[in-house]
């Protein structure tokens, strides 16, 4: 089966016989992922899907779980809920976040569509629409891991990261070179860290996932000399670090994330707000690793901003430059390249909505550095039009471009093979 972005008329024209890959698409984690391949010891601590009896916080946010309400558990504490944070149902029609309560989403699960988490909807979904290739994240893998990582029992904590990635590989390989989950770390134990991301990419993964700000959960920051025998290892591997928004790791009263929403405002405003600062959370981890010296030490290694948007990019590129890089009177200018010049040679970012950003800033940020995603099945998802939205976006770029951020960028970074 042909997996070429049919050939459409008008605007979809300038897709045609391109192999699409989505950079940023997500895995629903089945609620037995853990307790069918945990040891037994284990099984009852690591991640499971619990009927809460009360409500209570969940972990890492000022959001109440309700009562009643299927959860996800880990060693006892309220993760997320257990509805597989997917928004577009089996029919095909997508579920409005604002309209649902999401403390009761784990009641939904027999509703989310099964290329959620079946490795062969998926495959269908994709031929059905004309993508050849999903880079895939995972959901409470992602966002929970720093409750994770400050797991006082780290041998627990490994498990539950080596049994997911046992779990991917498994998933990945139902659809060879179709399906690419990114491998998650034990990155509080770096030495462990650096064996993990040998393993995985023994079993096929093509990338890691990182936490852009590890040092706000009190370990080194991503330039220290202590991540040398990890980015060794990547380094070595080839295989580029992926920091996905809400991946952060934090201690005390900050980790508990408070809406950024003015109280007055209604539901669907909400969400947008929020959505907002959570992407641009990213801008610190750029903004950082542009004027460090991680990027001359490890020159050969790629990191990308997943699911961040890129409009923001030229602002902080820009904003970087200015200051760091100003001549002024009593300050000579560093001796160091600028920040345009690390994003274009290490960096990359994603975009799925946008319309400013893909057509009036690629020249300008570097059309090497930016690929598509859709974000399926995500509450923003570009479902269930992702190719037609993207193809009237992309409707004015020059085709060379739209190649690349369609196909050959992240054919070339994740080693995607394309016959």
Not at 100 to 129: C, P
Not at 326 to 335: L, S, V
Not at 360 to 374: K, R
Request: glycine letters at 6%; aromatic letters at 10%; one cysteine or more.
């Amino acid at each position: 089966m042909t997996t070429e972005t049919p050939a459409r008329s008008g605007e979809h024209d300038i897709l045609s016989g391109l192999k699409i890959i989505d950079s940023d698409t997500h895995f629903s984690e089945p609620h037995d992922l853990w307790t069918s391949r945990a040891p037994a010891s284990m099984r009852d601590r690591l991640p499971k899907v619990v009927r809460t009896e009360t409500a209570g916080n969940m972990a890492g946010t000022d959001r109440q779980l309700e009562e009643g309400g299927l959860t996800w558990q880990l060693d006892g504490q309220l993760l997320s809920p257990a509805g597989g944070v997917a928004f577009v149902r089996r029919d095909g029609s997508k579920i409005p976040f604002f309209e649902l309560d999401i403390t009761d989403h784990g009641n939904l699960w027999n509703q989310i569509h099964e290329a959620s988490y079946d490795a062969k909807a998926r495959v269908k979904f994709m031929d059905e629409i004309g993508v050849h290739a999903h880079i895939v994240y995972p959901n409470i893998m992602g966002f929970s891991i720093g409750n994770i990582i400050l797991l006082e029992d780290k041998e627990l904590a490994y498990a539950a990261v080596s049994i997911y990635n046992d779990a991917m590989a498994e998933w990945a390989s139902e659809a060879p070179n179709r399906l690419f989950p990114q491998a998650v770390l034990p990155f509080w134990d770096i030495e462990l860290a650096a064996k993990e991301a040998e393993r995985c990419h023994d079993m096929g993964f093509k990338g890691v996932i990182m936490a852009g700000e590890p040092h706000l959960g009190g370990l080194p920051d991503l330039g220290q000399p202590d991540w040398n025998p990890l980015y060794e290892v990547i380094d070595d591997k080839k295989m580029p670090i992926n920091i996905h928004i809400g991946a952060r790791v934090m201690l005390g009263a900050d980790s508990v994330i408070q809406s950024a929403a003015w109280p007055s405002l209604p539901k669907r405003a909400t969400k947008p707000v929020n959505s907002v600062q959570t992407e641009l959370g990213n801008s610190r981890f750029l903004s950082n690793i542009v004027v460090s010296d991680v990027l001359h030490r490890w020159p050969n290694i790629k990191w990308v901003s997943v699911e961040s948007g890129i409009g923001w990019m030229a602002y902080v590129l820009e904003r970087v430059d200015y200051e760091y890089l100003e001549d002024f009177p009593d300050a000579p200018a560093p001796d160091v390249p600028s920040a345009f010049e690390m994003f274009r040679r290490n960096v990359y970012g994603t975009f799925w909505f946008e319309k400013a950003g893909p057509t009036m800033l690629l020249d300008y940020i570097g059309a090497d550095n930016v690929m598509w995603e859709s974000d399926f099945p995500h509450p923003t998802c570009l479902h269930p039009d992702a190719i037609r939205r993207s193809a009237e976006a992309l409707a004015s770029v020059n085709p060379a471009y739209v190649r690349k951020i369609m196909q050959d960028n992240a054919a070339q970074l994740y080693n995607i093979p394309l016959d």
